[in-house]
Each structure stands twice: as structure tokens, then as C-alpha cells.
């Protein structure tokens, strides 16, 4: 199975912060790489495919990148309602593999 | 507007057996795979199972092999688990969510499966 390590396993960060997670697969993923964010007591809602494209209706604020093995997320000028927690999706092969998460706090 | 609604969830004895229901609307469900992902209490996303449109292709999490069985019926437009010999570490909420050209981007609100006795 691949293995999807994420970090920081939490960030505190200031609203107005560039923020910017990594992921690692632990093989050559070919770009099918997802990111989900979640908010409490929500379902995980799609913000990036195919490890760069921006699904519908996600701000233009989030953007990811990366290729091969690694993988990131960044969200420019952070606003009050990106508070939530941010999961990788190894998107390639089944088993499909989750990151463990990176959870985002208000410093 | 696409809505995935789980049910069938409960407090269910280790050992016992347990099925939840997934009704699917506002899109062409017999076009998508399905899964069902799982979250236990105050953890990350664990995948469990996989069934692709026409029920051809079915995979399992390790985890679940041999005691969960995921099935469709599309006439209904209801997907399914059936969930056998539970255990306690099968305690989490259950989510089903549509998958299209590799894409898992529809969830369910989920549902609620606690493992106890």
C-alpha cells in the first residue's frame, strides 16, 4: 500500500498568513494526488485534484502543487474560514490512502 | 444538487452484524464508483471499500476483508455495506462518496456505527 505522510501534523498560524502543507507518498503517485479540507463536524470537501487543479467554486486562494513523490498545498492570505483540518489523498491505486492530516489553529 | 444520504448506523454488540444504506440523488449514479470511507472518533480518513459502476471492480481495506461487503443497485440508486463479526476498532463514522474519472468529490453527511458491548 502507499503511504501518504503528511506535515506539520498542526500549524498555528495568523489570519493573513501564506500557509503551506507537504505530503509524501511513499512511491511515484503520477500526480493523482487530492486535497480535502475539513471543518468540524463536516464532511472533507474537495479543493484540489490531479495535485494542481482547483475544483469549482474553491477560492483561487489555494493552489497545490508538486509531482512524483511530493506534494504541497498552499493557501495565500488566510481567512477566518480556512480554519479546518487538511488531508492528501494518495489518488492513483487502490487501496486509496489518506494523509494523516495537518489541523490549522488560530495563534 | 447532488446529495448522498448514509443510514443504518447504531450501537451494534462486537461480533454482530450491521448494514448501512446510501441513497444517491441529483446526479446519474450508475456512471460513478462508490466508496465508503470511515472515521473513527477524533482521527484522520480511512478508505474501506470501493465498487465501481456496473459492479465489476470491488475493493477492500485490509482492515475489513472477508468481514465487510460493499454492493449497489443502481435501479435503486442505493449503495451498500454489509458489515459482519464488528468489532470495536470498526467504531467511526461512516461516510459513502462518489467517485468519477478518479475523483472522489461527493460526500454523505455520514453515519454513525459504535462497536460495543
Known amino acids: 500500500d502507499i503511504q501518504m505522510t503528511q506535515s506539520p501534523s498542526s500549524l498555528s498560524v495568523s489570519l493573513g498568513d501564506n500557509v503551506t502543507f507537504t505530503c509524501e507518498a511513499s512511491?511515484?503517485?503520477?500526480?493523482?494526488l487530492a486535497w480535502y479540507q475539513q471543518k468540524l463536524g463536516k464532511a472533507p470537501k474537495l479543493l484540489i485534484y490531479?495535485?494542481?487543479n482547483l475544483e469549482d467554486g474553491v477560492p483561487t486562494r489555494f493552489s497545490g502543487s508538486g509531482s512524483w513523490t511530493n506534494y504541497s498545498l498552499t493557501i495565500s492570505s488566510l481567512e477566518p474560514e480556512d480554519i479546518a483540518t487538511y488531508y492528501c489523498?494518495?489518488?492513483?491505486?487502490?487501496?486509496?490512502?489518506f494523509g494523516s492530516g495537518t489541523k490549522l489553529e488560530i495563534k | 444538487e447532488v446529495q448522498l444520504v448514509e443510514s443504518g448506523g447504531g450501537l451494534v454488540q462486537p461480533g454482530r452484524s450491521l448494514k448501512l444504506s446510501c441513497v444517491a440523488s441529483?446526479?446519474?449514479?450508475?456512471?460513478?464508483?462508490m466508496n465508503w470511507i470511515r472515521q473513527a472518533p477524533g482521527k484522520g480518513l480511512e478508505w474501506v471499500a470501493y465498487?465501481?459502476?456496473?459492479?465489476?471492480?470491488?475493493y477492500y481495506a485490509e482492515t475489513v476483508k472477508g468481514r465487510f461487503t460493499i454492493s449497489r443497485d443502481n435501479a435503486k440508486n442505493t449503495l451498500y455495506l454489509q458489515m459482519t463479526s464488528l468489532r470495536s476498532e470498526d467504531t467511526a463514522l461512516y461516510y459513502c462518496?462518489?467517485?468519477?474519472?478518479?475523483?472522489?468529490?461527493?460526500w454523505g453527511q455520514g453515519v454513525m456505527v459504535t462497536v460495543s458491548s
Open positions: 462518496a462518489s467517485r468519477l474519472h478518479g475523483v472522489i468529490r461527493d
Open positions: 441529483g446526479f446519474t449514479f450508475s456512471n460513478y464508483g
Open positions: 465498487i465501481s459502476s456496473g459492479s465489476s471492480y470491488i
Open positions: 512511491e511515484n503517485i503520477y500526480g493523482f
Open positions: 490531479g495535485a494542481t
Open positions: 489523498q494518495n489518488n492513483h491505486v487502490y487501496p486509496l490512502t
